[in-house]
C-alpha cells in the first residue's frame, strides 16, 4: 500500500503563490508517476500537473502551464506543486495521487488510484 499525505493549503490573494506538499510512504517504489489533481465545488475533478517520477519528466494542464510546477524530491518521497499567479479559478480542493505502470500520452490522468485526502486551496480576487 501507498499512503500519500498533502500540506501547504490554504488562502491567497489573487496574483499570489502556494506550494503544496505531498508526502509519500509504504511502496512507494512501485509508483511511476505521481500527479495532482483538483476539484471544484459542483465540478468534476480535473488533472492539474504529472511527473514520471523515474525521468521526471513532467505534463500540465493547459489552465495551469506557465504558472505551476510540479517537482518532487525522491530522498523524502515527497512531490510537490509550485503554484504562482494564482487566479480565483484555481480555488479548489487539491489532491495527491499516484498510479503504478505505463501512461498513454492519450489518457494522462487516467489509471491513478492512490490518492491522500486532499488540502484546500483559495484564492480571492
Known amino acids: 500500500q501507498v499512503q500519500l499525505v498533502e500540506s501547504g493549503g490554504g488562502s491567497v490573494q489573487a496574483g499570489g503563490s502556494l506550494r503544496l506538499s505531498c508526502a509519500a510512504s509504504?511502496?512507494?517504489?512501485?509508483?511511476?508517476?505521481m500527479g495532482w489533481f483538483r476539484q471544484a465545488p459542483g465540478k468534476e475533478r480535473e488533472g492539474v500537473a504529472h511527473?514520471?517520477?523515474?525521468?521526471?519528466?513532467?505534463y500540465y494542464a493547459d489552465s495551469v502551464k506557465g504558472r505551476f510546477t510540479i517537482s518532487q524530491d525522491n530522498a523524502k518521497n515527497t512531490l510537490y506543486l509550485q503554484m504562482n499567479s494564482l487566479k480565483p479559478e484555481d480555488t479548489a480542493m487539491y489532491y495527491c495521487?499516484?498510479?503504478?505502470?505505463?501512461?498513454?500520452?492519450?489518457?494522462?490522468?487516467?489509471?491513478?488510484?492512490?490518492w491522500g485526502q486532499g488540502t484546500q486551496v483559495t484564492v480571492s480576487s
Open positions: 509504504g511502496y512507494t517504489s512501485t509508483i511511476n508517476y
Open positions: 511527473i514520471y517520477t523515474s525521468g521526471g519528466s513532467t
Open positions: 495521487a499516484g498510479r503504478k505502470g505505463v501512461l498513454w500520452s492519450s489518457r494522462p490522468w487516467a489509471g491513478f488510484g492512490y
